[in-house]
């Protein structure tokens, strides 16, 4: 199959679609590879590199384009890139079409067929949305630490003190795969930790991996605002799969916190958890609200896109192999995971929740393959 990869052209986004080791594996397994010139450049690898692992160079990205069977991307396309769609083509990106009918559009009239990371399942597990859950995880305890600084308009608290001094205390809201790797860097700098949750199974599972070094609490309005209170970092990581984030951290609780205390609100993609959230960018990702430091950045993997363009291609390189290697209906029939990231199928929407989102009429993929 012949594979393309192009720059991502979406603000302040620097992950690429492919490593060169994913190219390296790509033509290892009797594929060509097209990579826009400088596509790598911002994740840290060079065009010689792509070059070593196999790839041909392109110059401009509307080349790949028109050249590729199946592109391989991060963020979904933008509208300039909509002209450069072919029918037939594989997209293998982040698509989030729930919340883009224009794009929806676009892809169902270029007969595209797109492949969505956000909607690949294996049992209930997302492959290809977890490891960008576990970096926004760690490095939310990495920028609350760094908030927490006086310059930046925080208390100017250590996370771990020092001998004789208090240490400070981090409040998690949700233990899922953000608040557990929030957890993990928390306790490794030697903060007090608190986590909240309200599934107890998962309570039971976090207090088994960090034993006494955390406190687990059942979350419900009073814990909450009994926790915040004595706070110095509170990390919003809370989700309720297909519905609104609950609003947890509430305007209220506001005054009653410590002055140059810091909100992360990890959950800000999904609506966020705080009353007082509002979405932020890597260039000006913080605002203070009563004296709380909020950082509400809607795509916090983008401050570390060497590790999180790795992490991604980690994940999704496996199902881009099958793809490449069967056809995306081959594929499609004899893996579960890949079939649930078909959203768009030649001018058919065939993801339930997308349809359902913009209603469209949904077309069940095994009909049309
Ligand atoms: N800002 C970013 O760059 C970024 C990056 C990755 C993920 N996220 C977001 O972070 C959020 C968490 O993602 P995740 O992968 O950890 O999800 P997850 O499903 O693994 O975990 C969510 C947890 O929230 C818990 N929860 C639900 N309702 C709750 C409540 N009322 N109180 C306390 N806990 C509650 C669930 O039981 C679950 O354990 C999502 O909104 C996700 O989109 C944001």
Redo the contacts with the bound molecule.
């Keep these: 199959m012949k594979i393309g990869c192009v720059k991502e052209i979406k603000n302040n986004e620097f992950r690429v679609g492919l490593t060169p080791d994913n190219v390296r594996a790509y033509v290892a397994a009797g594929h060509h590879v097209y990579m826009e010139k400088g596509a790598g450049i911002g994740s840290g690898f060079a065009d010689n590199e792509y070059v070593d692992a196999g790839a041909s160079l392109i110059d401009n990205a509307a080349d790949v384009w028109h050249l590729s069977d199946m592109m391989i991307k991060v963020k979904e396309p933008l509208p300039e890139e909509y002209s450069l769609f072919h029918e037939g083509l594989i997209l293998y990106t982040y698509l989030h079409l729930a919340a883009d009918k224009e794009q929806m559009d676009a892809l169902l009239d270029g007969k595209v067929k797109a492949v969505a990371y956000e909607t690949i399942q294996e049992d209930r597990f997302l492959p290809c ?2 490891p ?2 576990q ?3 760690r490095l939310s305890i990495q920028e609350g630490a760094k908030y927490l600084e006086k310059k930046f308009g925080g208390e100017g608290i250590l996370l771990a003190g020092v001998p004789g001094t208090p240490k400070a205390n981090v409040v998690i ?8 790797n929030a957890c993990k860097i928390a306790v490794g700098m030697g903060a007090n930790v608190t986590i ?4 107890l199974k ?1 309570l039971e599972e976090l207090d088994n991996m960090f034993g006494a070094h955390i406190q687990t609490l059942v ?1 419900n309005d009073s814990n909450v605002e009994r926790v915040v209170k004595d706070a110095d970092l509170v990390i919003g ?5 297909g519905g609104s ?2 609003k ?1 951290f509430k305007k209220k609780y506001l005054p009653e916190m410590k002055n140059g205390a810091v909100f992360v609100d ?5 609506g966020g958890c705080g009353e007082s959230s509002h979405v932020t960018t890597h260039d000006d990702p913080v605002f203070i609200e009563d004296g709380v430091v909020h950082y509400c ?6 401050a570390v896109p060497r590790t999180s363009t790795i992490a991604l291609t980690n994940a999704t390189l496996k199902y881009g192999l099958m793809i490449a290697k069967d056809g995306l209906e081959e594929a499609s029939k004899k893996n579960a995971a890949i079939y649930s990231g078909v959203n768009c199928y030649l001018g058919k929407l065939t993801n339930k929740n997308v349809a359902l989102a913009h209603g469209y009429d949904f077309t069940e993929l095994s009909e049309m393959i």
């Design positions: 949305l977890a960008m859950s970096i926004a995880g809201l949700g233990g899922g795969t953000v608040g557990m909240l949750d309200v599934n998962r979350s990581s809370v989700l309720i799969p984030t609950p947890l990890v959950a800000i993609d999904q950045v809607g795509n916090m993997p983008g």
